[in-house]
């Protein structure tokens, strides 16, 4: 089952000797934090096992939205909006954003309190949102037949092209001066007196004094190489997208069957609300406790399945010589099969709410392996236990959106800045220093 078609990146060819940084992982958080850093005039080599945003970076729905977010990241999203909207000019290439809004749907009185109170924390950016009552739904979408006790509206969202975006910014990275490897694997980091000297790639040694590592769903497997404990678990979504077809929202919407996003070629990228398929994996058994929280949250979008995916986890080596093949090399690409069933279904309940999808033509499905905390924010942070080495990584099924801010934070920790905002909450340590790890609920 090919995933979607990525714009190609094609690989430098020679293997720089040293850099500043190495940035491991060539999605979207990856390559733009490897922009922040060339831009600034620090020498950076980004190596991807793959090919650039062959992962999650372009199998999203595309959609860029600071509405709805976890209260801890609305600070990074009001930075990442502010880069969406110059970025194409930034960088000369275009990602197809666009501040197309956003409309998620209530479909309870709960839900509107809810989004109602939500709303608050917006207040200090002054990014305008409003609730629409059923009537203005009606207005806005005079067309849909869907019954709704009122809508989170929020005009500065908007959406881009997943296929585009992380390759225009790797480009972009490459025109700075940075070296951009594809095929690529880094096998692990080196240390001299404890603090980073280099990484081992499959294609032989950088030295650099800094690391970030952005390898998405890999994270959990590279740190545990290095002791290090992150607890990250994956789960799999699906989605498909229709041809070309007039009359569907501009606004991408959310409702509790179907989640649908207009793209540039004019079809629509659609997936279910709500629903996620979760393998149970030796994993699953190692972090359960601390999932516990997260679980009891989304505990009725989850569907549990046992597959060969528990057998692919275990026979997994979690330790690995650098001379050697390294598990990252035995996958180029995370490639699941999509659940047909979930995404038709939701195409069926997109058709009931809106007409003009009645003869849309499914013009392919992929699936797509989102990694998670137990926390569902991710972790932007230097790894005090390895002077040098940085994490980025666990966005936890919104990470294309807040990605361009991610990096900058990134590169402001990486290059001891003030970072552009507060770091504190997405600390590495927060798993181990007693903090309560959960994600906040009611939103
Ligand atoms: C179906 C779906 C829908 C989603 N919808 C949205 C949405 O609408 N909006 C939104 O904001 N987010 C959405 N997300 C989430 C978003 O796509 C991710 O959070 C984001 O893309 C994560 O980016 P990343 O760079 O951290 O990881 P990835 O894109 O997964 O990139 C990690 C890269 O690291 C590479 N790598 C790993 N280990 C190594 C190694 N050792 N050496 C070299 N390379 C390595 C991998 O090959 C991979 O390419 C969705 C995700 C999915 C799957």
């Known amino acids: 089952m090919p995933g979607p078609f990525v714009t190609p990146v094609h690989g430098d060819l020679d293997l720089p000797e040293a850099v500043d940084v190495v940035v491991i992982g060539g999605g979207i958080v990856g390559v733009s934090t490897a922009l922040e850093l060339a831009e600034r005039g620090v020498s950076v080599a980004l190596c991807e096992k793959g090919g650039i945003a062959q992962e999650q970076s372009s199998r999203n729905w595309g959609w860029v939205r600071i509405s709805r977010r976890d209260p801890r990241e609305v600070p990074l999203m009001a930075e990442a909006l502010r880069i969406w909207r110059d970025l194409d000019r930034r960088i000369g290439r275009p990602t197809g954003y666009a501040r197309s809004g956003i409309v998620f749907t209530c479909p309870t009185d709960k839900d509107v309190e809810n989004y109602t109170n939500w709303q608050r924390h917006l207040e200090p950016w002054q990014i305008a949102s409003r609730m629409l009552d059923p009537g203005e739904f009606k207005a806005m979408f005079p067309e849909a037949n869907l019954e709704v006790k009122g809508a989170l509206y929020t005009p500065a969202d908007g959406r881009a092209e997943p296929q585009r975006a992380a390759p225009a910014i790797a480009e972009a ?37 800094s690391v970030v590592l952005a390898g998405g769903a890999w994270s959990n497997l590279f740190c545990g190489l290095y002791g290090l404990d992150l607890p990250q678990l994956t789960v799999l979504a699906s989605v498909l ?3 070309p077809l007039e009359g569907g929202p501009e606004q991408a919407i959310w409702a509790k069957d179907f989640a649908c996003r207009k793209r540039q070629d004019g079809g629509y990228t659609i997936a ?11 994993n699953s ?3 359960a406790r601390r999932f516990l ?11 549990f399945r046992l597959s060969w995916r528990f057998l692919e986890e ?6 690995w010589k650098l001379d050697a093949a390294s598990p990252f090399e035995y996958c180029r690409v995370l490639d699941p099969k999509p659940d047909r069933r979930m995404t038709e279904r939701a195409l ?3 058709t009931r709410a809106f007409p003009a999808f009645k003869n849309a ?3 392919q499905h992929w699936g797509g392996r989102i990694d998670v905390t137990p926390d569902a924010i991710p972790v932007i942070s230097a790894i005090d236990e390895i002077p040098g080495f940085h994490v980025a990584t666990g966005f936890s099924g919104h990470g294309f959106g807040i990605g361009p801010g991610a990096g900058r934070l990134m590169a402001d920790i990486v290059m001891n800045r003030t970072p552009v905002v507060d770091p504190a909450e997405f600390r590495f340590s927060r798993f181990t220093d007693g903090s309560r790890v959960a994600p906040i609920s009611g939103f």
Not at 293 to 303: K, T, V
Not at 314 to 319: F, S, Y
């Open 348 to 350: 069926g309940e997109m």
């Open 241 to 243: 997208r229709t041809k």
């Open 173 to 209: 990275a490459r025109d700075r001066g940075a070296s951009i490897l594809t095929e690529c694997a880094v096998r692990g980091i080196e240390t001299t007196g404890g603090r980073i000297s280099g990484v081992v790639t499959e294609r032989g040694s950088i030295a650099c004094s």
């Open 314 to 319: 275990a026979r997994t080596p979690r330790k």
């Open 361 to 363: 033509e499914i013009a």
């Open 272 to 282: 279910c609300g709500h629903e996620n398929v979760v393998d149970i994996v030796p």
């Open 293 to 303: 929280p997260a679980l009891r949250e989304d505990w009725n979008s989850l569907n």
């Open 285 to 287: 058994f190692r972090y």
